[in-house]
């Protein structure tokens, strides 16, 4: 609930979660918030997510709609040893590119397993889209990769976590958003109409409000984000008199 | 990481999520875990999860491009007092339906609200588009409707949730899926081969494997699901055959 500032240049983002146990509840997703977090700070806008089953028609589907409209496209899951971890054949089938196991992976996974422990189900791990790059894993040495602007990664949040910090540094952000967030006793319902003529007179700035409430009372947070830290300054000088002046106009109305 | 199970008549659902404080990071989404679990329980299954943000066009685009591939959608999200609370009248235009404030959404809402209270930006809450059915909210009174197959709810999760109960006895659900999940030392790796061809021998049974790690060791949890509890319970016995197999091997091989 916040509206949308369309900066000139912007680096935009989607993360495409693959995992039918994320589907099935089984498994709580802890990436998407990561992410989001990690990259709104690094200045890169994040979009879109979407989760989807282990089916390669469903995964290819969304690699394809997400590549073409977003300048970064984050994956995490499907890349593991076993019968369903159909990321790497799903994302070359979207690209139309071939696959094979990659020498380089292999190198990297003989890092930790014996040779004879690189069977058949581990060296899918090692499975890797023609012309792609590999993103290390310094957790579990099996490597995620990049092809253009995919970036494939692990599904276990530690080991995602790890590749993304090798990845983090490829990624062109702009000046981050900063944000300020003020808590205000007024109802978001009486705050509505007044915030949204300040969002008016403060067209570059993203204002969001957001309401809470427990046993004792309601309160709302107001968000302001903007890139700008003077104009930032001059929209929370404006938002505090006007907060200050429906705090008391409430009171003489009471 | 699960195989899927393709029954011959299904319930699936999407869910949209509806909000730039998801996408930015500052609110850590708790819905999709929620529904997620309830659907399963209900024998509904899951099949997409999106996270769009407040704007009308990619709302509208998801909701038409969900609405049309699954049983079900739901979305939370975006139906507060503000400016940026647009879903009402996204999926309005996605349905292609006129949108207005609706009499009985106003009732509802006088339970809460003195006269004087329901300005101008609270009567957005009640904005409800053409042929749409009200979901009641015993929480805090706006409604959430329910237009075709698409339920509309809200964000804020005790919300969610409240309306969602209303919601449930709506649906078609199927038996709903049991699981009986196993944990071995076994790693993946030297799993994966095996259980593939468990897999082959029971076509009708979703298997799943699930590696993890701390300090001291690696282990893999197998979880088994289908609706027929004899098929499982086979299957079960079938695993539990093949884990015995591989453990005493691995014990000879040291």
């Known amino acids: ?42 200045g890169v806008d994040l979009k879109e997510v979407r989760i989807v089953s282990d089916d390669t028609d469903a995964i290819a589907d969304a690699v394809n709609a997400l590549r073409q409209r977003f300048t970064y496209v984050f994956t995490t899951g499907g890349i593991g040893p076993t019968h369903d971890d159909i990321t790497a ?13 990659d020498p380089r992976a292999v190198a990297m996974m003989k890092e930790r397993y014996e040779d004879g422990e690189l069977n058949e189900a581990r060296l899918r791990m090692a499975r890797i889209p023609d012309g792609a790059d590999l993103i290390v894993n310094p957790v579990s040495k099996a490597p995620g990769f990049r092809l ?13 976590q790890a590749m993304f910090e090798s990845v983090l540094p490829l ?9 300020v967030e003020i808590e205000t006793d007024i109802k978001e319902g009486d705050l509505a109409g007044p915030l949204g003529r300040l969002q008016e007179a403060f ?52």
Chains 1, 2 share one sequence.
Do not use: C
């Open 1 to 42: 609930m916040s509206t949308d500032v369309s900066p000139s240049a912007e680096a935009t983002a989607a993360i495409l979660v693959i995992g039918d146990e994320v589907l099935s509840g089984r498994t709580k997703d802890k990436n998407i918030g990561y992410l989001a977090d990690v990259l709104t700070a690094h």
């Open 203 to 254: 067209p570059d700035i993203s204002i969001g409000s957001y309401p809470g409430y427990d046993v004792t009372r309601f309160w709302t947070n107001v968000v302001l984000r903007a890139r700008d830290p003077d104009r930032l300054a001059e929209a929370e000088a404006a938002l505090r008199t006007l907060l200050a002046e429906l705090t008391t106009q409430q009171k003489e109305d009471e």
């Open 148 to 160: 253009e602007n995919v970036f494939v990664m692990a599904g276990v949040p530690s080991i995602m």
């Open 171 to 179: 990624l062109e952000g702009r000046t981050p958003l900063r944000s």
């Open 89 to 101: 054949d799903s994302v070359a089938a979207a690209f139309g590119v071939p696959i094979d196991v």
